[in-house]
């Protein structure tokens, strides 16, 4: 099982963000897949949960401003980050629950300037 995020970079606080997780060596469609988030000093935190269905869960520090989706066809999950803040800075990395494993893709850097 390999996952690979990208799309993070340096935003400003009130923009917007978007980022993909690829993942492949899994039956993609009928996995959930999770949005982590680690920022320095602190615990990996959930931040967003797809199911196979497409039923979605978020962290209240991300809801009604993050927003998580699938694309099967392309073995894709995003997170769609608006109204960003400073607190929102991380690394983002996505997982999956596989077989009894939990696996990880390297993350991606999510930077709000203030």
């Known amino acids: 099982v390999q996952l690979q995020a990208s799309g993070g970079g340096l935003v400003q606080a009130g923009g917007s963000l978007r980022v993909s997780c690829k993942a492949s060596?899994?039956?993609?469609?009928?996995?959930?897949f999770g949005w982590y988030r680690q920022a320095p000093g602190k615990q990996r935190e959930s931040v967003a949960v797809i199911s196979s269905g497409g039923n979605t869960n978020y962290s209240d520090s991300v809801k009604g401003r993050f927003t998580v989706s699938r694309d099967n066809v392309r073995r894709t999950v995003y997170l769609q980050m608006t109204n960003l803040k400073a607190e929102d800075t991380a690394v983002y990395f996505c997982?999956?629950?596989?077989?009894?494993?939990?696996?990880w893709g390297k993350g991606t850097q999510v930077t709000v300037s203030s």
């Open positions: 060596g899994i039956n993609f469609g009928i996995n959930t």
């Open positions: 997982g999956v629950d596989h077989r009894g494993r939990s696996y």
